[in-house]
């Protein structure tokens, strides 16, 4: 094969990858389009927004164009939970919640600048869910979903108990949290724990970490360290190096105590019969030496 017949073949084989190439392209092309095709018109993505229990929030829904109703809803994925509706026509708002704790903010029609916005105050445990505010213009529907999620802070507590079998058992309890929070050891190799997450009917988690360590590797600060959104940094609660031994001794540590204390207040007993006895013959030893005086002293007067 000569020069000219490999540059033709190269040129082949360059064409007919171009080719190969191209139907790739149409192929992802043509199945990107039917995803956007098949994809629910209208469906929003909802906007993220996090609160603590008690505060207030606002969720804030405007549009520009020549707007018929404004309409605000509560989970509608799940129930039809209208909150208002604005028409525009009259300007008028129509409640259709009794919840004083939510109220409608701002309530305006204007081509330039159509809103109305959501006041919550304060947050329940209740109102964690979706608002929707659908907007019904000319050119058709236009929606603003916000996920509110509401943040609880738990209630943590600590405390350490010791087992029969020389075994000491920290546990670590963040109470009625949401959402969960996440509690580790440090360090982990000393001995081992185990989470318990019980989850309650009002949303909140209630997270419950022991950690079982024998007294005899005990042999450093073991600390429980709580995470939760609600917290500035994280909570610790520090096992002293020596304190299980100090505050709570074990029952074999209380056995070897009574038995030394056993041992010297036999031993304090016996030294003190052991006195009482030496010093009865004592006074023995001296009565009878006044005796044997006075008796020779009869003899010579």
């Known amino acids: 094969m000569n020069f000219f017949e490999i540059r033709f073949h190269s040129r082949k084989a360059v064409r007919v990858e171009m080719k190969h190439s191209m139907k790739r392209l149409q192929v992802t092309l043509l199945s990107l389009a039917s995803l956007i095709a098949l994809a629910e018109p209208g469906s929003p993505v909802a906007e993220k927004v996090r609160t603590f229990l008690g505060n207030k929030v606002l969720l804030t829904c405007s549009f520009h164009g020549n707007v018929t109703v404004i309409t605000w809803s509560f989970n ?32 305006s029609c204007n081509i330039s600048n159509n809103e109305m916005n959501l ?23 236009h929606k603003v979903t916000f996920s509110l999620a509401v943040t609880v802070p ?3 507590s600590f405390n350490i108990e010791n087992r029969l079998n020389d075994t000491m058992t920290a546990t670590c309890t963040a109470s009625n949290g949401k959402p969960a929070a996440e509690i ?28 079982n360590i024998s007294i005899h590797l005990f042999s450093e600060e073991v600390t429980c360290i709580v995470r939760h959104p609600a917290f500035d940094g994280t909570q610790n609660y520090t096992i002293p190096m020596q304190g299980p031994h100090d505050s709570q001794p074990t029952p074999d540590n209380l056995f070897h105590l009574y038995l030394v204390a056993g041992v010297l207040a036999a031993c304090l007993g016996l030294l003190a019969v052991t006195l009482v006895i030496l010093r009865y013959f004592d006074l023995q030893n001296q009565a009878a030496f006044r005796n044997c005086c006075i008796s020779r002293s009869s003899q010579v007067c």
């Open 184 to 211: 580790t050891w440090h360090p982990k190799d000393l001995g081992n724990f185990s989470n318990n997450i019980n989850h309650h009917g009002n949303r909140t988690v209630t997270v419950r970490s022991q950690y």
């Open 119 to 141: 006041q919550i105050e304060p947050v329940h445990l209740a109102d964690d869910g979706n608002y929707t505010c659908e907007i019904v213009h000319q050119k058709g529907v």
């Open 76 to 107: 509608p994925m799940f129930q039809n939970g209208r909150i208002a509706a604005l028409r525009c026509d009259l300007n008028e708002v129509a409640r259709f919640s009794n919840n004083t704790r939510i109220r409608i903010q701002s309530a």
């Open 154 to 156: 738990p209630v943590v």
